[in-house]
């Protein structure tokens, strides 16, 4: 039997820091002023995406002790920004990635019952953690937690908030919207949970949201980040967008579900992917050199290699050969707020497989970092990007891309007008919404109350456990 066409999930993410913007192209444009979002948000919208996405970072990024100031600096709370996009927009869902190590469950979960009520069910939480005590320092507990105890106390963190969410009776407790009367005891919401992370009793004073809960996402790719995102997570912000490693991902993570009592369509895996589009396929590619030089410039490009040396490298020509001296490992590194050093455990072994490369391609240092730090998922005309999309999904390396466009806030408008209206042509996208919920717009169950597999009860390996989706 032919197995059916799969309907294809969108998203756009409103890139955090600049590591897909190109802020010399004239149509680059705020990351804070709120007409960005609102622009970003509403092109989403009109395409009929599932939803946009917001990253955060809880501190400015350093490098070399000064302020790393090729990134975007400054970011307004994402809380504040999607509640104020929740009153522009009346379908996209809206996703915040809110951090599970310096928070506390109770007032995440306030927060994300208000934005689900406020957007009439269009919230979303991509889970993280923190990892470096350079983040920690803004933080009252301050340091950082153990690699070891960082996922335990998320999935303690989003297992707490599901307490709190679930502690009114449910959709029946809700006022009457005209006459603002409850319809039951107001004794519900109460709650109490007790363990090593949290010591917390009283009575939740937000109604469950019109979802039960927000959409939940992971975003690590661990072992335990694929153990945390198969037991609790509605979806996946994912990493790989190319075939091979794509299939491999989604295989091993939606292998995993059986073992929690979950189905295959229970989660989605929905990589980050960029674009460039053309009239054309070759005029695509012409376009996307264009943007990959522009955004690691030659002083990127030397930032981008101390993260690994570990030194500064500012005399260095960026269109030279890379450095014959090794990598500094005898100290902390220079980088703070970034997860170089975390990807560089072995910086020597990293510098030689680079310097190998650079010699067998004949790459200057600033052709190496575009390799290694700038690249398109997607290139080509409206048509072999369409068709592109299509061929992962239906390969099952994918169950839809989360867009990153180079140019914001317009860079999502090219694939708004000319991508999608191909997807639906080919029947693969939605025409329009059929729900309200951002639940609905992903195919989503609605959530069981009190569900939360305990991992305690299956064997899992656990590794030195890597982000859970950056956050800073």
Do not use: C
């Not at 913007?21 to 990351?31: E, L, R």
């Not at 100031?69 to 970011?75: I, K, M, Q, S, Y």
């Not at 005029?283 to 002083?299: C, I, K, N, T, Y």
Request: hydrophobic fraction near 40%; charged fraction near 25%; charge should be negative.
């Amino acid at each position: 039997m032919t197995k059916p066409a799969k309907q294809i999930h969108l998203a756009a993410h409103f890139p955090g820091v600049n590591n897909t913007t190109v802020w010399s192209d004239p149509a680059a444009g705020s990351h804070i002023d709120f007409e960005s979002f609102k622009h970003f948000a509403q092109t989403a919208e009109r395409a009929k995406f599932d939803f946009v996405f917001l990253a955060e970072g809880l501190r400015l990024r350093e490098q070399g002790g000064h302020i790393y100031d090729l990134d975007v600096v400054g970011r307004p709370d994402t809380f504040t920004v999607l509640a104020a996009l929740a009153a522009v927009t009346e379908r996209i869902g809206l996703t915040g990635t809110i951090n599970s190590t310096f928070n506390e469950p109770y007032e995440v979960a306030r927060q994300f019952a208000s934005l689900d009520h406020l957007s009439d069910g269009r919230a979303a939480w991509n889970v993280v953690t923190s990892w470096d005590a350079f983040t920690g320092e803004n933080f009252r507990r301050g340091g950082f937690l153990a690699e070891q105890d960082r996922y335990g106390r998320a999935e303690t963190f989003l297992r707490t908030a599901w307490e709190l969410f679930d502690s009114w009776d449910g959709h029946e407790i809700l006022a009457d919207k005209e006459s603002g009367v409850f319809l039951t005891d107001p004794k519900a919401g109460s709650f109490e949970h007790r363990d090593r992370h949290f010591d917390i009793a009283g009575r939740f004073n937000v109604p469950t949201p019109p979802q039960g809960r927000p959409v939940i996402f992971q975003a690590g790719d661990s072992d335990a980040g694929r153990e945390f995102a198969a037991s609790a997570a509605d979806a996946v912000f994912g990493r790989h967008s190319a075939l091979e490693r794509g299939r491999a991902f989604y295989s091993d993570v939606k292998g995993r579900l059986a073992k929690y009592g979950r189905a295959r369509e229970d989660l989605l895996i929905l990589p980050a992917a960029t674009f460039v589009l053309g009239d054309t396929d070759a005029e695509a590619r012409e376009l996307a050199h264009d943007v990959r030089r522009a955004q690691v410039s030659g002083q990127s490009a030397i930032k981008l290699l101390e993260q690994l040396w570990n030194r500064d490298l500012s005399a260095y020509d960026p269109d030279g050969p890379l450095p014959d001296s090794d990598p500094d490992v005898s100290g902390d590194s220079i980088s703070k707020g970034r997860a170089a050093d975390r990807l560089h455990r072995d910086r020597i072994a990293v510098a030689n497989e680079w310097r190998e490369q650079a010699r067998a391609e004949n790459l200057s240092i600033r052709e190496l970092m575009i390799d290694k730090a700038a690249r398109q998922s997607f290139i080509g005309s409206p048509e072999s990007v369409a068709a592109q999309i299509d061929e992962l999904v239906q390969a099952d390396a994918a169950d839809g891309f989360i867009l990153v466009p180079h140019i914001t806030p317009g860079g999502l408008d090219g694939f708004a007008d000319k991508v999608v209206p191909i997807l639906q042509e080919r029947g693969r996208f939605r025409a329009d919404y059929q729900g309200t919920t951002l639940r609905h717009h992903l195919g989503l169950a609605a959530p069981r109350k009190h569900r939360y597999p305990d991992r305690s009860e299956v064997e899992v390996e656990v590794e030195p456990v890597a982000v859970a989706g950056a956050a800073s």
